[in-house]
């Protein structure tokens, strides 16, 4: 029940609300992913903006757009809950060597909690500080994207003063929550609770702690604080025992941050002799290069395609969800969680679709989708107006995989292969002498090396070597619960990182565009592209 | 036996569409050889090709990467006939564009291909390049006599950039001299219309689009 003026946008209200809705273009009324459904009572009439993104059905059904629909009365409005598949989705992150620290026998447990604040999702562990054991876990969409599905959305909506505290509150808010739940879950007190460690990237971290966040917006991207000082858990309303302190991991950079940091604890990167590639592939798309004897990062500005976001038929991991295909009698074959009727793809769907569509020829090493179809096994899939490969035409709504979808795809993998080859020029090292290549994020144990290879994202050298290491971000994050001197290497860490500022480096946009196209089938190992694009100088243009 | 003008205005419109630098350069050395006019080689060969790279950029049949290889080709054969442009040919009022990316943003792999496509439709641009103060575009625009001011970015936390643009061309008196064109990732046609921006360009091939009708241009 929420009191609204008439007039109110529903975004609005939801917001006020506390309800979580996503907004992924921030309520510009481009997306069309903010449905909600009026259940009953007296709204505004239908912009232009929903027409041109609801169909005939939906707008007769009384959905709408929350961005862009005001309520003028007493209204029910239903929003769809989508489940998310939690602990499946984020695979439980690898943990490297480490001593525990001893904590005194005191009578009571010694709880501590390691809370994850992902862009889009937020885990906590409950550990027992003696055992090193997880009791509970628990996971929430992180409410701040009501203000915003990206960082950047969220760092403007914060900046504005009328703003200030409403991203901290929310996010505090939804930690102490599923804190709560955690604790219940468990049959455990919040008052045993003797630390709270929080592994987030650099905006997440501030927001959290309320810190002043335009820096992280503009050129040069300066955050506020680094490395923060730890904080009282009260000071952020979460209950604790006396004296609880919140340690947050240091970041590196504006743009990579603790969660980075803590995954590097976790890998144990910096520890090693021979040199690791990290790369995680959450919505902001960071990754580090490098051993004991030097560390490289970047951000990669990947965008939203590996989490469904921005395709066509995207959607986030639940059942439903395509999230993975195989080429099967020369088609694309996906397979959805859950096992039934194809709803829309997640992250690791649209990356085995698109290497599944690049392997069965569909679309070309380009990326633009075949002109020739006759005779081919797929022929009949392949549509236009737009043009589009059907995955799935059963059910209520096409399933489909776009040319747009593919460019988006292209983008996204562009970046991060660009990213890995911008890290290995600024370090000076070859492809071959990366000992092994480290995917972390959401996708836990779901994204397919193979795809990955095959897209091009992971470098044709490093194949035999690419490890899924899961949610590393909260892994690395028990690790400094658990140890004062691991919490120590957090900082030293963070403050050995050269980060790499892609934007900035000559000829970046060469390199970009060539790690654009697909590598070529066949080939066995071989990558090759079309045309080189960074060897040769750019021809000048007539001004 | 030498082939007619028309077929080897094709086809180097053609090299530049297939992306075939090769192709160019031996066309326009063929297109001089024959005697054809190296303006009328550049505009119904050179130009006609990129153009058609715009449309299959439009569709999304072509992305970014073929756009700049096809710029390549088109470059590699322009070396070879721009020293034979004569004076006459050059001179004429092309019409001024004033393009860069707002302050604190340092993307400006949508501006380069929106600067080279206004470029090769025949504008005057004026590149300012990226993380470019509010105040540089306007006092760019009055010295250089542009016509339109594009602004550009990719982030969100610099759009309001655009505004103090707008903002600052009313403060001087100057609106109504400048025609002002926004547009990159996260800029939309309702915040352009907020701002009080005279065009928003969905992509470079638009933008051209755009740019054509706010100056006056025939297509």
Known sequence: MQDVAPGTLLLDAARAAGAALGAPCGGAGTCGKCRVRIVQGLVGAPT?????????????????????????????????ETATVESDVLGAGVMGDFRRDRVPGDGRPALGVAVDIGTTTVAVGLIDLRSGAELAAGTALNPQTAFGHDVLSRVRYAVQAEHRGELARVIRACVDRITGEACRDAAQRRDDIRRYV??????????????????????????????????????LGWAASEGAEVFCVPAVSAFVGGDIVAGLLATGLPDRERIGLLVDM?????????????????????????????????????????DA???????????????GQPLGLCGSGVIDVAAALLEAGVVEPSGRFARAAEGRPWAALLRDGPRRYVLSATGAREISFSQGDVRQVQ??????????????????????????????????????RESLVALGLVPYELEDRVA????????????????????????????????????????????????????????AGAERHPRELVKRAPAPVRS | MT????????????????????????????????????????????????????????????????????????GVALEI????????????ERVGVVIGVVEGDTHDIGKNLVAMMLSVAGFEVHDLGRDVPIAAFVDRAVETGARLICLSTLMTTTLDGMGDVVRLLHERGLRDRFRVLVGGGPVTRAFAGHIGADGYGVNASHAVEVARELAGVPA
């Open chain 1, 48 to 80: 232009a903006d929903e027409r041109a993104l609801l169909t005939e059905a939906e707008l007769q059904r009384g959905v709408r757009l929350a961005c862009r629909c005001r309520v003028l009365g007493a209204a029910t409005v239903e929003i769809e």
């Open chain 2, 81 to 92: 006939l721009e020293p034979h442009l004569s004076v006459a040919a050059t001179a004429g």
């Open chain 1, 198 to 235: 929080v592994a987030g990237n650099t905006a997440m971290t501030h927001l959290l702690l309320d810190l002043e966040v335009s820096g992280l917006g503009r050129a040069p991207y300066e955050p506020t604080a680094a490395a923060p000082p730890p904080r009282p858990a009260a000071a």
């Open chain 2, 3 to 74: 082939r007619s003008h028309e077929d080897i205005l094709t086809d180097l419109a053609g090299a530049v569409v297939e992306m075939d630098d090769e192709r160019a350069g031996e066309l326009a050395h063929e297109a001089l050889a024959a005697g054809l006019d190296a303006y009328e080689a550049i505009q119904q060969g050179l130009v006609a090709g990129m153009e058609r790279a715009g449309e299959l950029f439009e569709s999304q049949e072509y992305f970014v990467p073929e756009l700049l290889l096809c710029s390549d080709a088109m």
């Open chain 1, 468 to 523: 899924v290491v899961g949610n590393t971000s909260k892994s690395g994050a028990v690790m400094c619960l658990l140890s004062r001197a691991q919490r120590a290497r957090a900082a030293t860490v963070a403050g050995g990182v050269r980060h790499v500022e892609l934007s900035t480096l000559p000829r970046f946009e060469r390199l970009l565009a060539e790690k654009m196209a697909f590598p070529s089938r066949g080939q």
């Open chain 1, 325 to 339: 295909a195989r080429v099967v009698d020369g088609a694309v074959s996906p397979a959805t969680i859950g096992g």
């Open chain 1, 411 to 448: 983008l996204a993998k562009g970046a991060i292969a660009s990213g890995i080859a911008a890290l290995l020029g600024a370090a000076g090292i070859d492809a071959r002498r990366v000992a092994r290549l480290l995917i972390a994020g959401q996708f836990g144990h779901h994204v397919r």
């Open chain 1, 282 to 322: 959450g919505t902001n798309g960071e990754v580090v290069l490098g051993s004991r004897d030097g560390l490289w990062a970047c951000s990669c500005a990947a965008g939203p395609a590996f989490e469904g976001m921005g395709i066509s038929c995207g959607m986030r991991a639940a059942p439903g969800a395509i």
